[in-house]
């Protein structure tokens, strides 16, 4: 190879890790391609009546004001295929399956919805929120429903590997609260939300279990207060913890 054409196939190379930026009839500047930063992962967990979905707007909202692309979603569901499966796991008959059935069905929607929607949403530097994630189902067909914890470890690594949230906040109230909110809700209750308190204060306990075994990704929000402040909690836990800076309540 001539000494003419090794100089034009490393210009060429050169230029294929740049873009070009120029009004016509002007020269070119060139400038790198920016290096895209993944997007962070913010799941909100606890008990029914807790607030989650409510909390979770008003947080994208204001990350939204500060210029982040934003991509709310839930679990089960979040995409068209968990979605489905969300509609038998909530909607079917109580007791239909047992804790570790659940389990299985949760991971297939949690599979479809880490490549459809998060996987994704991350990848193009967008933060994500999701209104519950793996926690959910420790604390419900674990801590509640019985099935074995090894057993959910490694349905968890099955769907999503090592990928982990970077700010888990544990939305905690007493459980005769929580129901009492949702009871006052409308529209008809969910095979879990039916479910006795028993039930729901091992999810509770649970939760706050999460909590005490990871304090590096989970900050316990006492929900028992109001809108506002509730809010106030969790923003203050998002900046001292992915440091951004966002608006007063």
């Not at 016509?24 to 913010?42: C, S, V």
């Not at 900050?219 to 402040?229: E, H, K, L, N, S």
Request: hydrophobic residues 40%; contains cysteine.
């Amino acid at each position: 190879m001539n000494r003419r054409r090794a100089s034009r196939l490393r210009r060429r190379r050169q230029s294929n890790n740049l873009r070009f930026v120029g009004a016509p009839g002007r020269r070119a500047t060139r400038h790198p391609e920016p290096i895209l930063k993944p997007g962070k992962f913010i799941t909100f967990e606890g008990g029914e009546g807790a607030g989650k979905s409510t909390q979770a707007a008003l947080l994208a909202d204001a990350l939204a004001s500060i210029r982040l692309g934003i991509v709310r979603t839930r679990e089960p569901g979040g995409s068209p295929g968990a979605e489905r499966i969300r509609a038998l796991l909530l909607g079917g008959i109580d007791e239909a399956w047992d804790a570790v059935t659940e389990a299985l069905l949760v991971t297939a929607a949690r599979r479809d919805h880490l490549r459809h929607t998060i996987r994704p949403a991350l990848d193009a530097g967008r933060w994500v929120l999701c209104d519950r994630f793996a926690d959910s189902t420790v604390a419900y067909q674990g801590f509640a429903g019985g099935a074995p914890a090894a057993d959910l470890d490694a349905l968890y690594r099955i769907a999503a590997g090592d990928l982990r949230p970077d700010l888990t906040l544990i939305l905690d109230l007493p459980a005769e609260q929580g129901l009492a909110r949702a009871a006052a809700r409308q529209g008809a209750r969910d095979r879990f939300e039916g479910r006795n308190l028993e039930f729901h204060a091992k999810l509770r306990a649970g939760f706050l279990d999460v909590a005490r075994r990871e304090p590096g990704r989970c900050v316990v929000i006492d929900a028992t207060g109001d809108i506002g402040t509730v809010q106030r909690a969790i923003r203050a836990a998002a900046a001292d913890r992915l440091g951004v800076s966002l608006p007063s309540v």
